[in-house]
């Protein structure tokens, strides 16, 4: 019986280490896009996010400060699976993740799929969002693997 246990005592034990690490951890404000890292020696777009974080409610919209595109992503932070469409060039994407936490670190983690020419295409992405100690600085590192191999991107946001 005791060793029948171990496993479920482990599991829960995780989960409220997770639900610790990211106790007092707050993303919700507009945060104005300051630099893109790489730069390809240009200026960063102008992007703005809008960040709602409420308990387990962790909401996005990402807005071109032109108004040609606006993306708004809802996600649950209970580690249950989180469903949201973005339409871009391609068609409608099926955004499919799960989110975590690694200590104050949110990682948000799935695949996106859209339809190609002969059949669906899926690729596995990781995006990982860290406040700054003094809460002024989001920074948020997209991680996609493509066809062509590992794609790394990191964007720094400013408290607005």
């Given at each position: 019986?005791?060793?029948?246990?171990l496993?479920?005592?482990?599991?829960a034990?995780?989960i409220?280490?997770a639900?610790?690490?990211?106790a007092?951890?707050?993303?919700s404000?507009?945060?104005v896009?300051?630099?893109l890292i790489?730069?390809f020696g240009?200026?960063?777009?102008n992007?703005?996010?809008v960040?709602?974080?409420t308990g387990?409610?962790?909401?996005v919209?990402?807005?071109t400060?032109?108004?040609?595109?606006?993306?708004?992503?809802?996600?649950?932070?209970?580690?249950a699976?989180?469903i949201?469409?973005e339409?871009?060039?391609?068609?409608?994407?099926?955004?499919q993740?799960i989110?975590?936490w690694n200590?104050s670190?949110?990682?948000?983690?799935?695949?996106?799929?859209?339809a190609?020419?002969d059949e669906?295409?899926?690729?596995?992405?990781k995006?990982e969002?860290?406040?700054s100690?003094?809460?002024a600085?989001?920074?948020?590192?997209?991680?996609?693997q493509?066809?062509?191999g590992?794609?790394?991107?990191?964007e720094?946001f400013?408290?607005?």
């Amino acid at each position: 019986m005791r060793k029948a246990m171990l496993p479920a005592i482990v599991v829960a034990f995780g989960i409220s280490l997770a639900m610790v690490n990211s106790a007092g951890v707050d993303f919700s404000g507009t945060w104005v896009l300051s630099e893109l890292i790489p730069s390809f020696g240009t200026k960063p777009p102008n992007v703005l996010l809008v960040i709602e974080h409420t308990g387990n409610v962790f909401n996005v919209t990402r807005v071109t400060i032109d108004g040609d595109k606006t993306v708004e992503s809802q996600y649950t932070l209970d580690g249950a699976e989180n469903i949201n469409t973005e339409t871009n060039a391609a068609g409608e994407m099926i955004i499919q993740s799960i989110s975590t936490w690694n200590n104050s670190v949110l990682v948000l983690e799935g695949t996106s799929t859209f339809a190609g020419t002969d059949e669906d295409v899926t690729t596995k992405w990781k995006t990982e969002y860290r406040l700054s100690e003094n809460g002024a600085v989001l920074t948020v590192t997209r991680t996609h693997q493509t066809p062509f191999g590992e794609a790394v991107i990191t964007e720094v946001f400013t408290r607005k």
